[in-house]
């Protein structure tokens, strides 16, 4: 049985439930990360900076690409050059919706807010919603400048409504929609808007709506005038909570893969639990948080792009006395756990699984294997997984997905094969995977910590155990 009790184990589902509703952007995410990392004496890179001499045994750093991506790493005390690093990656984005350049929209009466998909979400889930808006926001800083801010409006300013079944009475057989048309939220009413403080915009040609300009302004305490630009994405202001009546699943939206990002971050501080925790280790641990898996991951700050590769390489260089293929060796002494959630078997659609690959809620992460290369998951990967569940009572399930069904994929192949990395797929079961509320089990959150948390302490032995080439 795993060592964890109950009571570590509620703090972890917990403490994902707080990491969630902080987090309703992936630039909120990395926002997150990065006052976490710091509470745990990480110190911050710039990638436009020198990382010579700055980069030490023992040490602990991280930095953030676009604000939306983070990377973290803690060198061990006796990591050489060409050493490996243990890696867990994950991604920050979920689907959603997300502001059009020109948003401002009137039809009926009402104002409405044009919007983009993001992803390949549940849409029918985003009806009947109380959503919100929240991202980043360049603002003018007076000097010539600009400042990157974050925002996050609290109050429900947003609904996408259903269309009454007494006016499409099909709706009974068949839900369906118009991605473009049907999927427009509503601000306000015309009236309303234009009878209140905002009279006087009503002639105002620009890209958004007045009253919404007006409301981003006043939660980032700005004039109007000062937003340059936004990137800014829907979300459900019901917050992510506890429920069941054993009190043993997460209710919340952006579990996927927020689940997975919580648990890298957590598990990397808490293999950190002391300063000398490192002092033996002769890799580098690191968590590598991607932004863009839900749309393919190339972007300049997906899993698709050099990004892994760039902190590989200046880790490497920044080390005295490396070879001329310390990268190279370093590469093939390393090892990544990408982890994205998976399909938990649905009670009313358990037919939909392969019969022997079932991942229950509450029974731990699960092992995502696939033949055609979807997942990245190898007999030599998969061992190396087991054995470090296995030492530490930590149960691991497997996923494997219908041959008549059609299979998922991760950040795991794209890196794995871009270079050459030892690569193995898993993450924590899910249901309703992509709609706007998901279901986790709360014990597998800690469970899922306490797996990353051992294999960065236990990796580096492990593999000098392990002939494969």
Known sequence: MNSLTKAQLQRQAEQLVDFVNKSPSPFHVVDVCRTWLKGAQFVELKEKQSWSGAIKPNGRYFFTRNGSSIVAFAVGGKFRPGNGISIVGAHTDSPCFKLKPVSKKTSSGFLQVGVQVYG????????????????????????????????????????????????????????????????TPILATVAKALNGDNASDKNIKCAHHPILLDRIAKELSVEVADIADFELCLYDTQKATIGGICNEFIYASRLDNLNSSYCAVEGLINSLSDESAAAEDSHVRMIALFDNEEVGSTSAYGANSALIESAIRRIQSSCSNGSATAFEESIANSFMISSDVTHAVHPNYSEKHEENHRPELQKGPSIKVNANQSYATTSVTSTILKDIAKRNGIPIQEFVVRND????????????AQLGLRTVDMGNPLLSMHSIREVCGTDDVGLCVKLFEHFFEEFAGLDAKITVD
């Not at 808006?133 to 010539?144: E, N, S, Y």
């Not at 996050?152 to 991605?179: C, G, W």
């Not at 069904?405 to 794995?416: A, D, N, R, V």
């Open 120 to 183: 390949g979400g549940l849409w029918h889930t985003w009806f009947d919603r109380d959503l919100s808006i929240a991202g980043r926001v360049m603002v003018r800083d007076g000097a010539g400048g600009y400042d990157s801010r974050l925002v996050s409006i609290q109050d429900p300013i947003m609904r996408i409504p259903s269309l009454a079944i007494h006016l499409d009475r099909s709706v009974r057989e068949s839900f369906t929609y118009n991605k473009e048309t049907h999927l």
């Open 405 to 416: 069904s059609p299979c998922g994929s991760t950040i795991g192949p794209m890196l794995s």
